[in-house]
């Protein structure tokens, strides 16, 4: 840095490889903002990085996840059967038990994990109900805070027992939307019947009307044909007025819908613009467990919804817990895996794998000012592959992860092959 020159910005990134653009790019940052992105910035700033040619792509987001089930999995007994229903009766005995520096704890560690992977935002569930009460909450509120300088983070009251079924539930969604909860959760599919589905999702509207919060509902994450809640969210998000503030996730049963009512949904959903967020690596392991072959997988239909100009988010959902014992908490990992389960191969097809952790979780989450240009926020990957279909193809390291223009995590990986004393080729 020359100290004559004045200092314009707080960091330059130099020598970026930048989707869209064919020559590398210096990115220059200042104020937790990207202010000038060109083939060379001249200017001084407070620090310089070079990337050495790598590809800087927008942070990643996490449009899904149980923070405050995280790390469970070691707590509890095993489930034997390995169904949703015996994860959720085995989870009760941990949230009874669980207490709010517990949560925040477990909490944290996936947090950490997720910025060390290049995810600085994070939408997650949280369990609202008469079982844990609103312990769940604090714990990922207190957590939440604990890293409020490394990502930021969207809760969701999520009424995991059922509202009706769950009689108390309402009173606490309200008080958790008040104590940290800043959107509106849903599970209507867990309801015992359909009226009191159809209850269940007007309770949850009438709460979000009330806060003006964005809702996200658990919804038909069942192999069942017969579920068919995402209907009923549609025609509420449209008589309330709510379009393009409704998120349906799971959406399991689509899988074993009928193709003329699954089309007829799409389309419907299309009107009411419902965004919808699929979580293969739970629902690929979880879904179609009582079936023979052909087994079904539990996934939304992807390419249909993404043909019907829909906004498609990928999701972790859970990571070591009663549901699911793996997830490393990082969205290029899940994207490919969206990959194989919904069959997404040709290069379009891995563009929108790619925008479902990205600019497509963006839209979701609310997040404006995503992406690398002037004006958007200076949160950012350095991965080190030269384009993000190589990232994804090679789950490459993610070298640096930039939150509002600071250096928050970095990994370095050193691997060699050794090929003894003779380096000719074979040798
Ligand atoms: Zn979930």
Redo the contacts with the bound molecule.
């Keep these: 840095m020359n100290s004559a020159a004045q200092v314009a910005f707080d960091l330059i990134l130099r020598q970026a490889r930048v989707e869209g653009r064919q020559a590398l790019a210096d990115i220059a940052i200042s104020g937790g903002m990207i202010r000038e992105v060109s083939d060379h910035v001249r200017a001084d700033s407070e620090h310089e990085l070079d990337v050495e040619k790598m590809i800087v792509s927008p942070a990643f987001l996490q449009p899904?996840i149980?923070l405050d089930k995280v790390g469970t999995l070691p707590l509890l007994g095993r489930n034997s059967s390995g169904t949703l229903a015996e994860a959720i009766e085995i989870l009760h005995r941990i949230k009874r038990s669980s207490t709010e520096d517990e949560v925040a704890a477990r909490a944290g560690v996936v947090i950490r994990q997720a910025v060390l992977s290049g995810t600085t935002r994070i939408r997650t569930?949280v369990d609202v109900d008469t079982v844990g009460g609103l312990v769940p909450l604090r714990g990922v509120v207190q957590a939440a805070r604990e890293h409020a300088d490394l990502c930021e983070i969207q809760i969701v009251a999520f009424p995991q027992e059922g509202i009706i079924r769950d009689p108390g539930t309402a009173e606490l969604m309200d008080a958790a939307m008040s104590e940290g909860g800043s959107v509106v959760g849903g599970m209507p599919h867990w309801e015992a019947e359909e009226p009191a589905a159809r209850e269940h999702i007007d309770i949850c509207m009438r709460i979000a009307q009330r806060c003006d919060a964005d809702i996200d509902m658990?919804v038909d994450?069942t192999d069942d044909p017969g579920s068919r809640t995402l209907d009923i969210l549609i025609d509420a998000t449209s008589r309330a007025g709510w379009q393009g503030r409704v998120t349906a996730?799971?959406c399991c049963a689509m899988a074993a819908w009928p193709d003329g009512y699954a089309s007829q949904v799409i389309t419907r959903a299309a009107a009411a613009r419902v965004n919808f967020v699929t979580?293969p690596a739970?629902n690929l392991l979880l879904q179609g467990r009582l079936d023979g072959e052909p087994r079904r997988r539990g996934l939304p239909r992807v390419k249909e919804l993404l043909a019907a100009g829909l906004l498609v988010g990928c999701?972790q959902?859970?990571v070591q817990d009663g549901f699911y014992p793996f997830g490393a908490a990082d969205q290029l990992q899940v994207a490919l895996i969206l990959c194989h389960a919904a069959q997404l191969s040709v290069p379009a097809e891995i563009d929108d794998a790619l925008a479902s952790i990205r600019h497509a979780a963006a839209r979701i989450m609310g997040v404006r000012g995503y992406g690398i240009e002037p004006g958007c926020a200076a949160d950012l990957v350095v991965v080190d592959a030269d384009d993000m279909h190589e990232a994804l193809r090679l789950q490459a390291n993610r070298r640096w992860v930039i939150r509002r223009g600071r250096v928050v995590a970095e990994t370095s990986i050193t691997r060699t092959v050794n090929r003894g004393n003779d380096q000719s080729p074979g040798g």
Excluded: Y
């Design positions: 899904h149980h569930h658990h994450e996730g799971h979580n739970t999701g959902d859970c």
